[in-house]
């Protein structure tokens, strides 16, 4: 007698099953994980449009698999409360343990009500603060309405740790961000900061180049219109589809637990990888590994000159002077690879190098802006300063003097004179 098929899709606890109900957000976060390559500054909503499943075949399809029992399964998106039946699924769905990702834009209490009268409960859920597209008094309301609505056993409130990042977060979001953290610590709600993933994880995420490699990972990853696939980036980009949860019995199996497979888009995968903590690639020499490289300074590549400049300035609020340089270094490459040099970002370098303690270097960089106009007083009477610690005095005032007249000049270094010494001289 021939043994039946195995079902397809693997069925170990820890395998993270995830129905995208929609590709839809009504927000549009320039660090979404949802889109690869993401750019700061660049808002952008999760990855297309489909045809999406109705609720009716999400349920259909989904209460007809073996599952054994509870078998975990998150509701995610995009913004998964935007598909029109968002709340009928997550009450119809039978023999799962349900996790929801979700921005917490919903109507928390008839979700929680459509789900209490089918005698249902999310075991899990998942809600990050998007602090461009929301006011912290609005998000912690419906936090704790969730919390309070016995709609979730166990939800997980968060933000995304961008300490490291001021590439994606402005003065609005450092502001609402604050807001929160101020108010959830008064009314007590508990929350977490997640580690940001992206790009700057290194070679698998860079999308330079394609390589041939083996990979393991624990998805099951369901795109709206039921398509079925191993990884995020074959999700978004519709390729290597193993069949459709609506005729399940045509789908082919996926790897299972652990099992590495080959794949030629090594290269192009979506950090969303790791979140499982199962996934790993094995190189041709049979060394395995996950991410290659956690450098910040990516971004900077992506972005434009005067982006930067602001970045260097975070970098510079947060003491971490280092970066700042970087970045400011990197602003006046690409600067003067477009043919124009720019003052200011000149003028921010002196000013970062003197707080590194590279003075000589702080005076050539201020005496460059000075050159390149930009004559404000705290500039010269900065550049002025320096040189005097330096015993470079006669020196600077040559070049001050091209640009500054003498009778603007002479009551800067009396106001000087007034504070000398400035610092003691090194
Ligand atoms: S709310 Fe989530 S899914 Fe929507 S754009 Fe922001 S990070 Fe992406
Ligand atoms: S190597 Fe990357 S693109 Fe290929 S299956 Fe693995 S995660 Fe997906």
């Known amino acids: 007698m021939a043994e039946p098929a195995r079902f397809p899709l693997p069925t170990p606890e820890i395998h ?16 979404c994980i949802q889109k690869p390559q993401m750019v700061p500054g660049q808002r952008r909503k999760p990855w297309g449009k489909y045809t999406e499943l109705t609720g009716a075949q999400w349920v259909d399809a989904l209460n007809a698999f073996p599952v054994r029992p509870e078998h975990p399964l998150i509701l995610t998106g995009g913004e998964p409360s935007l598909h029109k039946d968002f709340a009928f699924i997550a009450s119809r769905l039978d023999g799962y343990a349900l996790d929801m990702t979700s921005n917490l834009t919903f109507d928390i209490d008839a979700v929680a009500r459509e789900m209490k009268a089918h005698g249902k409960q999310f075991v899990t859920s998942f809600h990050t603060y998007h602090p461009k597209f929301m006011a912290p008094e609005k ?48 009314r007590g709600l508990l929350y977490q900061f997640n580690e940001f993933r992206g790009t700057h994880m290194g070679l698998p995420y860079e999308r330079t180049q394609k390589y041939a490699i083996e990979c393991t990972s624990a998805w099951v990853n369901i795109d709206p219109e039921g398509n079925v696939f191993n990884c995020q980036y074959h999700l978004t980009e519709r390729k290597r589809s193993f069949g459709n949860i ?19 888009d090594f290269g192009y ?10 996934g790993a690639f094995r190189d041709t020499n049979g060394q395995v590994f996950r991410r290659t490289a956690n450098d910040a300074r990516v971004y900077l590549k992506l972005m434009e000159p005067a982006a930067i400049r602001t970045v260097a ?27 124009k040099e720019d003052g200011e970002t000149w003028a921010d370098l002196g000013v970062t190098l003197y707080e590194s303690d590279k003075k000589k270097q702080g005076l050539a960089a201020l005496l460059h802006a000075v050159d390149l106009g930009i004559t404000r007083t705290e500039i010269v009477a900065s550049a002025l300063a320096v040189a005097r610690e330096l015993g470079l005095e006669a020196h ?31």
Request: net charge negative; charged share 20%; aromatic share 8%.
């Open 246 to 264: 609506t005729a399940i019995e045509a789908c082919r199996p996926l790897p299972a637990m652990g099992e590495f497979f080959a794949c030629t």
């Open 139 to 186: 998000w912690l309301d419906q936090a704790e309405r969730l919390r309070d609505s016995g709609l979730v056993k166990a939800p997980t409130f968060s933000m995304v740790n961008l300490e490291r990042f001021p590439h994606f977060r402005d003065e609005e979001h450092v502001r609402n961000l604050h807001q929160l953290v101020q108010l959830a610590d008064r």
């Open 313 to 339: 300035q975070r970098y510079f609020g947060q003491g971490n002077y280092a970066e700042a340089e970087h970045a400011l270094l990197a602003a006046i490459g690409k600067q003067r690879d477009g043919g």
């Open 396 to 426: 600077a005032k040559a070049t001050i003097l091209r640009h500054v007249p003498a009778q603007i000049l002479g009551p800067i270094e009396q106001a000087l004179d007034a504070v000398r010494p400035l610092q003691p001289a090194q």
């Open 269 to 278: 995968c979506d950090p969303c990888h790791e979140n499982s903590g199962h």
């Open 16 to 31: 993270v099953w995830v129905a995208y109900l929609t590709a839809r957000c009504n927000f549009a976060c320039d660090y």
